[in-house]
């Protein structure tokens, strides 16, 4: 008997230069609605782009409030409380245009005003039964694919931990994907979030649940990061590479949707949520680990990537194009100067055993490596990086 696959993702996406311009064009869909609630952040505020999406707002007979102060990394309590400030109102449409912790957000605002669910409950497990108000998501950064998946991440401070919610109502209606909102990013965004996605891509890849469809958009993903991250890094005006970026991130958040990650992000999460390191520099600083660990389940898979990536100017054996792979992503880091030392962020050798039992008990993830590791395993992971 084949195996079932199944793939789904936002319901309209819109790509090219000038396309929050556009946006009055795509409001169609939402013809009925009379009051949106734009969630963004204090930056987008000051550089008129919530003004641009306002004025096309109120050119479609649309009122609208504007929220800004969404926290990075946002925690169960922030996002409880902003709710608050927003439950008053009888919202039809909601805009999240930002960096990830923007987009999730929106989401999740999105299947509160529908469902009597709080985020406390979801991140337990709890159904969110209906689908929320309608959503127009639109990314600033390169990075999380959130505008595509049915995933969103919270902090749990308590617990030292992110945690990703699923819930297939939390794909939006229409993404609006605009290379120039990225091309004021300082590097050290444009450096961690474009990781970050390339990051999604190869885990979707090598995935225990990686298929046809997922292989599909993640190989192009890796294709488009791997052409462009360093000219966006070092010229943020290149329209081209912006493009790239932000496609290649959409791209691995598709494949991630079908594939789901592993263990890079399931060590990860415990360094966002204790040490606060930045999601996208985490999965840097462990993917060449993580992977070196998981290399004799994957060497098949890795010479792909080489291949697809023009790491490989002729057939090698799976063992070298793996090395050239590795080499490839530590290069990365180092042009990118991002850190691969945790020391850096106050991790201390005593910390370790408890960074490694939260990894292994992120257990949606770790069941998704193509090798099973121990926490002994995980250890001898994050020790690499002191």
Same mark, same amino acid.
């Given at each position: ?18 396309a929050l ?11 009925g ?13 000051k ?7 306002g ?12 929220i800004?102060?969404i ?9 409880? =409380? ?7 109102h ?33 991140t337990?497990?709890?159904?969110i039964?209906?689908?929320g108000v309608p959503?127009i998501?639109?990314?600033?950064t390169s ?5 595509? =998946?049915p ?12 945690i990703g919610i ?5 794909l ?7 290379p120039?909102?990225t091309?004021t990013?300082p590097?050290?965004? =444009?450096?961690? =979030?474009g ?22 958009? %993640? ?14 890094y070092?010229n ?11 496609l290649?991130?959409t791209?691995?958040?598709?494949a991630?949707?079908s ?14 949520g ?17 992977t070196?660990?998981n ?17 490989l ?7 070298? %194009?793996?090395?050239?792979l ?19 962020y ?7 055993p408890?960074?490694?039992e ?5 257990t949606?993830l770790m ?5 099973k ?11 690499k990086l002191?």
């Amino acid at each position: 008997m084949s195996t079932i696959h199944t793939f789904q993702t936002s319901k309209r996406v819109v790509l090219g230069k000038g396309a929050l311009e556009n946006l009055r064009n795509q409001l169609f869909p939402f013809e009925g609605a009379k009051r949106v609630l734009i969630v963004s952040s204090p930056f987008l505020k000051k550089n008129g782009y919530i003004d641009l999406i306002g004025k096309q707002l109120n050119d479609a007979n649309m009122e609208y409030d504007v929220i800004t102060d969404i926290e990075p990394e946002p925690t169960i309590e922030h996002i409880e =409380t902003t709710f608050k400030r927003i439950n008053r109102h009888p919202f039809d449409l909601m805009i999240g245009i930002g960096g990830g912790s923007v987009l999730d957000v929106t989401k999740l605002f999105s299947v509160l005003l529908k469902n009597d669910v709080s985020v406390k409950e979801m991140t337990k497990g709890k159904t969110i039964s209906n689908k929320g108000v309608p959503m127009i998501l639109i990314p600033t950064t390169s990075g999380t694919g959130s505008e595509v =998946t049915p995933n969103s991440i919270v902090t749990l401070p308590d617990e030292e931990l992110k945690i990703g919610i699923v819930s297939p109502h939390f794909l939006p209606d229409l993404v609006l994907l605009d290379p120039t909102l990225t091309v004021t990013l300082p590097k050290t965004i =444009t450096a961690a =979030t474009g990781m970050d996605a390339f990051t999604h891509s190869f885990e979707s890849f090598i995935s225990n649940k990686a298929n046809p469809i997922s292989d599909m958009y %993640a190989l192009e993903s890796m294709r488009l990061i791997s052409r462009s991250i360093v000219n966006a890094y070092e010229n943020g005006s290149d329209i081209n590479a912006r493009q790239d970026m932000l496609l290649g991130s959409t791209y691995g958040g598709m494949a991630l949707t079908s594939a789901g990650t592993a263990a890079v992000h399931a060590l990860a999460y415990p360094l966002g949520g204790k040490f606060n390191i930045a999601h996208g520099e985490a999965n840097s600083m462990l993917l060449p680990h993580v992977t070196l660990a998981n290399l004799d389940h994957i060497e098949d898979r890795m010479k792909t990537i080489a291949r697809e990536i023009g790491l490989l100017e002729k057939d090698e054996s799976a063992r070298y %194009a793996s090395e050239l792979l590795i080499d490839q992503i530590v290069r990365w880091t180092q042009t990118l100067n991002i850190p691969q030392d945790l020391k850096s962020y106050g991790v201390k050798e005593e910390d370790v055993p408890a960074l490694a039992e939260a990894a292994s008990n992120v257990t949606r993830l770790m069941n998704n490596n193509p090798k099973k590791l121990s926490v002994l395993d995980i250890e001898k992971i994050y020790r690499k990086l002191l």
